[in-house]
């Protein structure tokens, strides 16, 4: 597989049906097989909704948040609906006394593009989205529900991953009607916890799940196209737990910012 910088391998769209890209697309060893859409206990398709979080380690606010997003992914508390959550940590908070040292600009940026698309005055911690559609306050526990119960009636592409420590390989298929879309790979982490220093949290140890480590875009879908197919291989950072890490790969229209696919794997259960 061909990189893209320094961690991911091309990507290639395909109409209507498969196409073989430059290098076919291997079985990677010990790898897992996800699919979005799963079946719960009572055999009741779980439709998965993608839940993001901008947070700040800076911010008083946003312990509960962050508690609420894990609950959230923990616990799956909607009915009908597979919950996989990301936490952005936002980087304006930085010079408020307390760098945050998973937030990023590029963070922040995706931020600004929902504070634009949905003509917000201004951007704001702890903020929840979901499917790219709603806002809402992060730590409202019942605007959450509410909001994923009703995203979890709206149907989405299959999204299939086959994943291992070292790589991930993505089938997008099944897609309705949609405008032109990105396709991104979130890598993220679990089971972090900071002992904050200074800012309005100084004094406190916060645990973070879900923390989005890296962020790409694997590729575009036109609007014509029903279907698509890529590869991406990972390197591990320095500091990351392998066995803390899951890749979330979603579908979102350009233009209006709706999640039209989404699905997620953990690395632990395909690590050698």
Known sequence: MKRLGLAFAAAVMVSA????TAEDIRPA???????????DKGSLVRQPV????FTSEGCSSCPPADRQLALLENEQPVAGAEIITLAF????WNRLGWTDKYSSPQFSERQNSYVQRMGLDSSYTPQMVVDG???FVGSDANKANSTIAKAAAVRKARVSLKASAESVELLIDDLDRHEDATVYLAVAEDGLVTDVKSGENGGRKLP?????????VLGRIDKA????????EV??????????????????EDVTGKVVGVAKSQVNAARK
């Open 50 to 53: 993608l839940v993001e979080l």
């Open 225 to 232: 196209a029903s279907s698509f197919k890529a590869s991406a």
């Open 235 to 252: 390197v591990m950072e320095p500091g990351w737990k392998v066995e803390n890490l899951k890749y979330v790969v979603f579908v979102q």
């Open 133 to 135: 559609q709603l806002e």
């Open 89 to 92: 940590h936002v980087d304006y």
């Open 29 to 39: 060893s010990s790898e897992h097989t996800v699919t979005a859409a799963v079946e």
């Open 17 to 20: 049906c498969w196409v073989n």
């Open 208 to 216: 973070h799940i879900s923390v989005v480590r890296r962020f790409d």
